[in-house]
């Protein structure tokens, strides 16, 4: 009997142990709110799973436990003095002897460090503030607002206004701190994953599979210059033409993406001991072999310097190079929204031969300055933009008797971040003049919308004047322009091998965005990361918020990728949206328009109103359903696809206006307001009749005479219409309001045209 006993207590002691378990094992987490950020510990071991393939997410967490997801997320070093209480044996010993050692964890004055007491919301705040001011002088603290900031402990005051601040705690439901329960293990992971990843983000931490790199791997040519060996054997070379201000190389860290490889060296700039900042460069290996190269400075000094990004091509004896500027010249109007984009396209293609023909084939961009700016919130959480400062064109391309060397110049700006990158291939990264001649000119045409500003953590793009913090010069990363549709039609219609490149980088962009989410094949609902102060002083909606229109197209084009490229890990790429579409009416993000009908509404976030719903979304969300219909064959895809539809047309004749042109959205209150986009809602009316048709489902009537009132209203305005509007508007019987419209300008390369060329059109 004794025995027996014995050995059910080992077999109860084993499962209470967390142990190493895959994240996509855990069964207990599937619909759990801190589904993501367990998941993304999980994965890098900070936290553990049990034997049963459970992570438990309401259990308490103890004080030790606790200090050893800290030492685990931070990288500790080990230490050499512990606890009365912790001896050599104990599970956690080397981990609270490295907390120690880093000042995470103090102890009482008994000399004990009490692991198996549970952690407090005000202890987790307290090592929290402690692990942050480890890596750094973090000392911004916020105005606690909580209903319960009164009865906070004084030894976890400051820590709580600080922790607050930086985003790592935020509020319950009821706005209190509740600082004095104890900390689950799903609110633990939570906490470290958000010090975790802004430490990441700062630079200060590193994510991915960190190694010392190989002898040689990176070389100093001089002290301010470094070398880096592609995979292809082309070289590489980063250096400071400002004297005094050595490259040090420290570490290398190495991404896995779909199709792709990042590998980032870093390199201190200025004294070790005391660096003005660091240099990273990320060489992007695609699949096809060739590399985008991404150059990247944080610069913390006072003065602005100059660099330089040389690219060595020692078998080439000529060259040539085809400039993006030679299609045309940029006027940089003025946009009501978006006010001026200063920004222009890259540089040109860059051909290199030698007797025996091609040796390379290079995309060079210009050089981009900015300042990160961010807005923190009570509640935690910050919104992040860019406030863009110079778009640099310097180059030289020079020849000796050792080859041919690309040389890209850069400012270093102080107190900020400078980029740029290249695209280096030894094939041709376009076959066919027609398709450079297109993409060319589409690119100073389309300046706007064709991403330029390219970097190894995603595309930045420009943004509206309403976002927070407010700069007219804002840029950031916009989800609906990382996602490469654009680029995925042109190589569908072309084959070209720098359409594919660019679209393998939208694909590690959204991989980077989403924390290595689409490599683990769990493609994520989307979350802007900018506040929009139109949504924030209507609704209260700030950053991170999902925003349907956004989240469509990037869904479309992942799934459309992984169609295109047999990609199997993006082939359901649509599905965990079109879930999140139809739960909406469930957790109430809708506005009702009658018992059967409703819409859904255009933005969410947890805690903030129910906001507008605008047609153009309204027509997109109710397409995107019936396309993952026709994938799956579930019924409950169409069948909210239906009540979106039923909920357009009951609101119909309010969608027009007194001028026949269309109302851009429908508030709560059932108010119509805000002027419609152009043609952009008009064709998402085109395209739904023409789903509805493809499927043997009837026209309706009511998105006829939309069409028609948008079509005149457009026609009486003489408003230019692109050749595709004017083909859909024929095919489908509205040729007669659209007679007067003779030859538009149209591409004359027959590239098919797909939902995401028209709307970004």
Request: charge should be negative; avoid cysteine; proline fraction near 3%.
């Amino acid at each position: 009997m004794r025995k027996i006993t014995t050995l059910l207590l080992l077999i109860s002691l084993l499962i209470s142990i967390a142990i190493p378990i895959s994240a996509a094992m855990l069964t207990d987490i599937d619909n759990h709110w801190a589904k993501e950020e367990i998941n993304a510990l999980v994965e890098k071991e900070i936290i553990n799973g049990y034997p049963d393939h459970t992570y438990r997410p309401n259990a308490n967490v103890t004080r030790g436990q606790f200090v050893a997801f800290l030492v685990r997320a931070l990288n500790l070093p080990k230490g050499n003095s512990g606890f009365v209480d912790v001896k050599a044996g104990n599970n956690l010993y080397e981990e609270i002897n490295a907390a120690k050692k880093a000042g995470i964890i103090q102890g009482t004055v008994e000399g004990k460090a009490l692991p198996n007491v549970n952690i407090t919301r005000a202890d987790a705040a307290v090592m929290l503030d402690r692990a942050l001011q480890y890596k750094g002088d973090f000392n911004e603290g916020a105005d606690l607002s909580f209903t319960d900031a009164g009865s906070v402990p004084q030894y976890a005051l400051e820590a709580f206004q600080r922790v607050v601040h930086y985003g790592f705690v935020q509020g319950t439901k009821e706005n209190t701190l509740d600082h004095s329960s104890t900390a689950t293990r799903a609110e633990s992971a939570v906490f470290i994953y958000r010090l975790y990843t802004f430490l990441l983000e700062k630079g200060l931490l590193d994510g991915g599979s960190e190694e010392p790199g190989e002898p040689g791997e990176s070389v100093n040519l001089s002290p301010s210059e470094v070398q880096l060996t592609m995979a292809s054997g082309e070289k590489v070379r980063v250096r400071m033409n400002t004297g005094g201000v050595p490259l040090s190389y420290y570490k290398k860290r190495v991404n896995d993406h779909l199709r792709s490889v990042d590998t980032h060296y870093y390199y201190k700039m200025g004294n070790t001991s005391a660096p003005l900042g660091e240099l990273r460069v990320t060489l992007r290996t695609l699949d096809n072999g060739d590399t985008f190269v991404f150059t990247k400075f944080i610069h913390n000094g006072d003065n602005t310097y100059s660099a330089s990004v040389i690219l060595p091509f020692k078998d080439a004896s000529s060259y040539s190079l085809k400039k993006m500027e030679e299609y045309g010249t940029i006027t940089h109007e003025h946009n009501n929204t978006f006010g001026v984009d200063p920004t222009t396209h890259p540089i040109g293609l860059l051909t290199l031969q030698n007797a025996d023909g091609l040796t390379n084939s290079v995309m060079l961009s210009k050089s981009y300055t900015s300042i990160q700016r961010e807005k923190v919130y009570a509640n935690g959480q910050k919104s992040v933009i860019r406030e863009f400062d110079e778009e640099l064109e310097s180059y030289k391309i020079q020849k000796d008797q050792s080859g041919i060397y690309a040389v890209l110049n850069m400012k270093v700006l102080s107190k900020g971040i400078s980029e740029n990158w290249a695209l280096v291939s030894k094939e041709k990264l376009f076959k066919e003049q027609q398709y450079i001649d297109y993409w060319f000119e589409r690119s100073v045409d389309e300046y706007r919308s064709i991403n330029k500003w390219l970097t190894a953590d995603g595309a930045y793009s420009k943004l509206p004047w309403s976002i927070e913090p407010g700069y007219k010069l804002g840029y950031g990363r916009n989800i609906g322009a990382m996602q490469g549709g654009i680029y995925l039609r042109a190589y569908t219609g072309s084959e070209e091998r720098y359409f594919y490149n660019l679209v393998l980088n939208s694909i590690a962009d959204l991989d980077v965005f989403t924390g290595g989410s689409l490599t683990k094949g769990d493609v994520p609902v989307f979350k802007t990361e900018y506040t929009s102060t139109w949504l924030k002083n209507a609704y209260g909606t700030t950053a991170p918020y999902i925003d349907t229109r956004h989240n469509e197209n990037t869904a479309l084009f992942l799934k459309n990728a992984g169609e295109a490229l047999n990609i199997s890990k993006l082939s359901n790429a649509n599905i965990r949206y079109a879930d999140f579409l139809v739960n909406q009416k469930e957790i109430g993000n809708i506005i009702p328009i009658t018992v059967s009908s409703h819409l859904i509404a255009d933005y969410y976030a947890p805690g903030s109103k129910t906001t507008h719903v605008s047609l153009n979304h309204a027509l997109g969300e109710m397409r995107f359903l019936i396309e993952t219909y026709r994938q799956t064959g579930d019924d409950k895809y169409f069948k909210t696809a239906r009540q979106l539809k039923a909920g357009i047309e009951n609101l119909y004749p309010q969608w027009i206006r007194d001028d026949g042109n269309l109302w851009y959205q429908v508030n709560g209150d059932k108010v119509f307001n805000g002027t419609d986009y152009p043609t952009l809602t008009l064709v998402d009316l085109l395209l739904s009749q023409k789903l509805f048709e493809e499927i043997s489902y009837p026209r309706s009537s009511i998105f006829d005479e939309m069409i028609k009132s948008k079509t005149t209203y457009l026609v009486n305005e003489n408003h230019p219409f692109k050749g595709n509007e004017l083909e859909l508007l024929r095919e489908q019987g509205f040729g007669y309001l659209v007679e007067s419209y003779g030859n538009v300008k149209a591409s004359s390369i027959p590239l098919d045209k797909d939902t995401l060329d028209l709307l970004a059109e």
